[in-house]
């Protein structure tokens, strides 16, 4: 009997897993590339199966959807075989025609093809998220240090257990289309695939929210979102409905100063702190508790953008904190952070140094509770589909493991019930958990049937409980094998009441205390939002309540914003609370590593060729990203040692690095005209001899805090734009080397701070 035949797509997926790249895309060095080989000039001919995935992409590891692992090779859930076919694998000859009565006639109803492919087209787009709607993600991987297996029994917080997470980051006020540098809170979401099934710890990256209460959130987020009559402004809060409402809810006002500070503008998300905002509860081993609040401390610091610069490049290129991740992760640079926990007692009044630990809007400063590291989370692949996984994705802070538990804050009560009713109406129906991305890593036998996408194929004839005609199974489990069990906490008795707890009621010493523990360089920020976002409104009550607002907080700040309105500045209206500052509130005077940082290096092209090659190599091997700025694109010296330009003078702008070097003084490029780009000055292309937008590049770097560096002709450059060589943050150097080292020591502290002179 002969061997049985291979199926041809099994074959073919086979091929793919197999197939080493061996025209890996060149310049790999320095991410961007769209796909995992260079193409050809012309349109591919010759049959062959779909490419692998770029080196650094995945897809969702693969579990069946009942959580059995079936270590199937991924390219054997993606497309596979070399030919176009239907959804149901029959080949196709055509795809660009419809079925007509002849080649002008009418298109016939049975093309079933033409049905198929425009059906699908039609129902692509599923619900966005009402909040969070933007977001980018990327698999990874959480070690637990063990430290916390005194205070929790939760398998992947062991000792050097590893867990694959996948981890979302958004905005929440914007649409899908907003832009990536809007000031808003972001939202740090990680799903643990671990042993005892999904863990998804969901976050913000402000500790604090706007709200004590979950009835309210329909409320903040409709005043928060544009305008329901003229559906503007997106993704912003610069507008009355959103002041009006959190200067009624005086709640708000600690989350919102939050907000209004650097805080609010991330530089990326690998330099963003996250937070589980409320306070949870952990069980150990022999069933003792602990309340805790969770924290996310990344390990290249926490580091904001300022605002022009965040407003440039919200035009410039609204996708700047997607790209920068993911090309973080491309480029080698997998992004850090340390998960740890701030631990009090579980005492009956859920108090702590008299802060109320189930107020989501109230913070325990580091300094009383310091944040105990428990484990690393490194992001180390990219997503291989953005709908598939990143769009897909769906979190609840309901999906527990043994040893964490929740707590009674009001907050966190009414998320319960959103999340989950959320995922049924985006995701079609009850059967989310069984997407690809969702599925868990742990075994399912649930007794759930049926619903809209049901993928699983169960067996069996008695999903109920209790059973003889399964044979009793399944079983139900106690807490010696692996069962989830609430804690037997007192819950607090009283009357049937819409109320708050007394401690509720203070909402204004946090937000002083927020205030004081910042820098005078932030501080200055803060006034600056304040002044920007009302300024902005159009009512005159909503900016003179605002100031009544801050005059709760400090008189100062409340001075300066009502100068920037034009307005008196009222008196407080509640004694101003005396707190310690906290000084692990301010992003200001660490040092950090440099992993990922992004340098433009700018050349004119010409001798200066030797000094790019040997700045690029060394940017690399410190773990940045070099980007080559010239005239035009393509390689320069292609006699030689060929250099790639990644950025030319029209496409490049200083929001997009970290820092500037200068090895040359490049003349105007044969595009450095008004008409043909904008953002010449004809005049000044004349009058210095060099390119307009070079001096642009630098005069906004610099103008933004940004170290540059120059050597040899590239001081020709800072002359003509009016920056002395001797000012704060900028290095000339008598060569690329020393150049580069100097810069280096500066971007450890993110920005030339001393260039922000605060009002005296």
Same mark, same amino acid.
């Given at each position: 009997m002969s061997a049985k035949k291979k199926n041809p797509v099994t074959a073919a997926a086979d091929k793919v897993v197999e197939k080493v790249q061996e025209a890996a895309h060149p310049g790999n060095e320095i991410p961007g590339s769209p796909g995992p080989q260079a193409p050809s000039l012309a349109e591919p001919t010759e049959p062959a199966g779909p490419l692998p995935p770029k080196p650094d992409q995945r897809g969702p590891e693969t579990y069946s959807p009942t959580g059995q692992p079936t270590r199937t090779a991924q390219a054997r859930v993606a497309q596979g075989g070399e030919f176009l076919t239907t959804a149901q694998g029959t080949r196709l000859h055509d795809t660009d025609h419809s079925l007509k009565a002849g080649p002008r006639g009418p298109v016939l109803l049975q093309d079933h093809h033409l049905r198929?492919?425009? /059906? *699908?087209?039609?129902?692509?787009?599923?619900?966005? &998220?009402?909040?969070?709607?933007?977001? #980018?993600?990327?698999?990874?991987?959480f070690t637990g240090y063990g430290t916390a297996e005194g205070i929790s029994k939760a398998a992947f917080l062991a000792k050097d257990a590893e867990t694959p997470v996948f981890v979302r980051f958004s905005t929440v006020l914007g649409s899908r289309g907003s832009a990536d540098t809007v000031r808003d809170t972001r939202g740090f979401a990680t799903k643990f695939y671990t042993a005892e099934g999904v863990f998804d710890l969901v976050g913000n990256n402000i500790p604090v929210f706007?709200? %004590?209460? #979950?009835? +309210?959130?329909?409320?903040?987020? *409709?005043?928060? +979102?544009?305008?329901?009559?003229?559906?503007?402004?997106q993704a912003q809060s610069a507008h009355d409905?959103?002041?009006?409402?959190? /200067?009624? *809810? /005086?709640? #708000?006002?600690? $989350? /919102?100063?939050?907000?209004?500070?650097?805080?609010?503008?991330?530089r990326s998300y690998r330099m963003m702190e996250g937070f589980g905002v409320h306070t949870f509860r952990l069980v150990n081993a022999e069933g003792a508790t602990t309340l805790v609040k969770f924290h996310w401390k990344p390990k290249l610091g926490v580091h904001s953008l300022v605002w022009e610069e965040a407003q440039i490049t919200a035009g410039m290129d609204p996708d700047f904190h997607r790209r920068d991740l993911a090309d973080a992760i491309e480029a080698g640079a997998h992004p850090q952070w340390e998960l740890g926990v701030q631990t009090f007692p579980d005492t009956e009044d859920q108090m702590f140094h008299g802060i109320d630990l189930l107020d989501p809007t109230k913070i325990v400063p580091e300094e009383l509770a310091e944040v105990r590291p428990i484990g690393l989370m490194t992001l180390d692949a990219n997503p291989s589909n953005y709908f598939a996984e990143t769009e897909q =994705? #769906?979190? $609840?802070?309901? *999906?527990? =493991?043994?040893?964490?538990?929740?707590?009674?804050?009001?907050?966190l009560q009414g998320r319960l019930f959103s999340y989950l009713d959320t995922q049924i109406s985006r995701l079609g129906g009850p059967n989310f958990g069984q997407l690809p991305i969702n599925r868990t890593h742990a075994p399912v036998n649930d007794m759930l049937r049926d619903g809209m996408h049901q993928t699983a194929v169960h067996s069996g004839v008695a999903p109920y409980r209790p059973n003889s005609l399964d044979g009793g199974c399944p079983f139900v489990a106690g807490a010696d094998t692996g069962a989830y069990i609430e804690v037997p906490a007192e819950v607090q008795r009283g009357p049937k009441v819409r109320a708050a707890a007394a401690s509720f009621d203070d909402h204004f010493s946090q937000a002083r205390l927020f205030w004081l523990s910042m820098t005078p360089t932030e501080r200055e920020h803060i006034v600056a939002a304040y002044a920007f976002e009302l300024n902005k409104c159009w009512e005159q009550a909503v900016k003179e309540r605002a100031l009544l607002v801050l005059a709760n907080i400090d008189g100062d700040l409340c001075a300066q914003v009502a100068a920037g309105l034009g307005l008196p500045a009222p008196e407080a209206t509640v004694a101003l609370a005396d707190p310690q500052p906290s000084p692990a509130l301010s992003q200001l @005077? @660490?040092?950090?590593? =440099?992993?990922?940082?992004?340098?433009?290096i700018v050349t004119a092209g010409g001798a200066d060729l030797?000094?790019?090659? %040997? =700045?690029? &190599?060394a940017a690399l091997d410190a773990g940045m990203v070099p980007l080559v700025v010239a005239a035009a694109g393509g390689t320069l010296d292609q006699d030689g040692d060929p250099v790639t330009v990644q950025r030319t003078f029209a496409t490049a702008r200083s929001t997009e690095f970290d820092a500037i070097v200068i090895a040359g003084a490049p003349v105007p490029g044969a595009d450095a005209y008004g008409a043909r780009d904008a953002k010449v000055d004809d005049d000044a292309a004349a009058t210095t001899g060099l390119d307009p937008r070079v001096l642009l590049l630098v005069t906004e770097a610099y103008r933004h805090g940004k170290a540059l560096g120059v050597w040899a002709d590239g001081a020709d450059i800072l002359e003509a734009a009016g920056i002395a060589p001797e000012a704060p943050g900028v290095v000339t150097a008598t060569d690329p080397g020393a150049a580069l080292d100097a810069l280096t020591e500066l971007l450890t502290r993110h920005r030339v701070w001393d260039r922000f002179t605060p009002a005296v």
């Amino acid at each position: 009997m002969s061997a049985k035949k291979k199926n041809p797509v099994t074959a073919a997926a086979d091929k793919v897993v197999e197939k080493v790249q061996e025209a890996a895309h060149p310049g790999n060095e320095i991410p961007g590339s769209p796909g995992p080989q260079a193409p050809s000039l012309a349109e591919p001919t010759e049959p062959a199966g779909p490419l692998p995935p770029k080196p650094d992409q995945r897809g969702p590891e693969t579990y069946s959807p009942t959580g059995q692992p079936t270590r199937t090779a991924q390219a054997r859930v993606a497309q596979g075989g070399e030919f176009l076919t239907t959804a149901q694998g029959t080949r196709l000859h055509d795809t660009d025609h419809s079925l007509k009565a002849g080649p002008r006639g009418p298109v016939l109803l049975q093309d079933h093809h033409l049905r198929e492919k425009i /059906t *699908h087209f039609d129902h692509e787009r599923i619900p966005e &998220r009402v909040v969070h709607a933007r977001g #980018a993600a990327a698999h990874g991987v959480f070690t637990g240090y063990g430290t916390a297996e005194g205070i929790s029994k939760a398998a992947f917080l062991a000792k050097d257990a590893e867990t694959p997470v996948f981890v979302r980051f958004s905005t929440v006020l914007g649409s899908r289309g907003s832009a990536d540098t809007v000031r808003d809170t972001r939202g740090f979401a990680t799903k643990f695939y671990t042993a005892e099934g999904v863990f998804d710890l969901v976050g913000n990256n402000i500790p604090v929210f706007f709200i %004590q209460d #979950a009835i +309210k959130f329909p409320d903040v987020i *409709h005043a928060g +979102k544009p305008h329901p009559d003229r559906e503007i402004p997106q993704a912003q809060s610069a507008h009355d409905t959103f002041w009006d409402f959190v /200067t009624l *809810h /005086t709640e #708000a006002t600690h $989350h /919102t100063l939050w907000n209004m500070s650097d805080r609010g503008i991330p530089r990326s998300y690998r330099m963003m702190e996250g937070f589980g905002v409320h306070t949870f509860r952990l069980v150990n081993a022999e069933g003792a508790t602990t309340l805790v609040k969770f924290h996310w401390k990344p390990k290249l610091g926490v580091h904001s953008l300022v605002w022009e610069e965040a407003q440039i490049t919200a035009g410039m290129d609204p996708d700047f904190h997607r790209r920068d991740l993911a090309d973080a992760i491309e480029a080698g640079a997998h992004p850090q952070w340390e998960l740890g926990v701030q631990t009090f007692p579980d005492t009956e009044d859920q108090m702590f140094h008299g802060i109320d630990l189930l107020d989501p809007t109230k913070i325990v400063p580091e300094e009383l509770a310091e944040v105990r590291p428990i484990g690393l989370m490194t992001l180390d692949a990219n997503p291989s589909n953005y709908f598939a996984e990143t769009e897909q =994705v #769906a979190f $609840h802070v309901g *999906h527990l =493991v043994p040893g964490i538990d929740l707590t009674d804050d009001p907050l966190l009560q009414g998320r319960l019930f959103s999340y989950l009713d959320t995922q049924i109406s985006r995701l079609g129906g009850p059967n989310f958990g069984q997407l690809p991305i969702n599925r868990t890593h742990a075994p399912v036998n649930d007794m759930l049937r049926d619903g809209m996408h049901q993928t699983a194929v169960h067996s069996g004839v008695a999903p109920y409980r209790p059973n003889s005609l399964d044979g009793g199974c399944p079983f139900v489990a106690g807490a010696d094998t692996g069962a989830y069990i609430e804690v037997p906490a007192e819950v607090q008795r009283g009357p049937k009441v819409r109320a708050a707890a007394a401690s509720f009621d203070d909402h204004f010493s946090q937000a002083r205390l927020f205030w004081l523990s910042m820098t005078p360089t932030e501080r200055e920020h803060i006034v600056a939002a304040y002044a920007f976002e009302l300024n902005k409104c159009w009512e005159q009550a909503v900016k003179e309540r605002a100031l009544l607002v801050l005059a709760n907080i400090d008189g100062d700040l409340c001075a300066q914003v009502a100068a920037g309105l034009g307005l008196p500045a009222p008196e407080a209206t509640v004694a101003l609370a005396d707190p310690q500052p906290s000084p692990a509130l301010s992003q200001l @005077g @660490g040092r950090w590593p =440099v992993d990922g940082r992004v340098v433009g290096i700018v050349t004119a092209g010409g001798a200066d060729l030797a000094d790019v090659r %040997q =700045v690029r &190599r060394a940017a690399l091997d410190a773990g940045m990203v070099p980007l080559v700025v010239a005239a035009a694109g393509g390689t320069l010296d292609q006699d030689g040692d060929p250099v790639t330009v990644q950025r030319t003078f029209a496409t490049a702008r200083s929001t997009e690095f970290d820092a500037i070097v200068i090895a040359g003084a490049p003349v105007p490029g044969a595009d450095a005209y008004g008409a043909r780009d904008a953002k010449v000055d004809d005049d000044a292309a004349a009058t210095t001899g060099l390119d307009p937008r070079v001096l642009l590049l630098v005069t906004e770097a610099y103008r933004h805090g940004k170290a540059l560096g120059v050597w040899a002709d590239g001081a020709d450059i800072l002359e003509a734009a009016g920056i002395a060589p001797e000012a704060p943050g900028v290095v000339t150097a008598t060569d690329p080397g020393a150049a580069l080292d100097a810069l280096t020591e500066l971007l450890t502290r993110h920005r030339v701070w001393d260039r922000f002179t605060p009002a005296v």
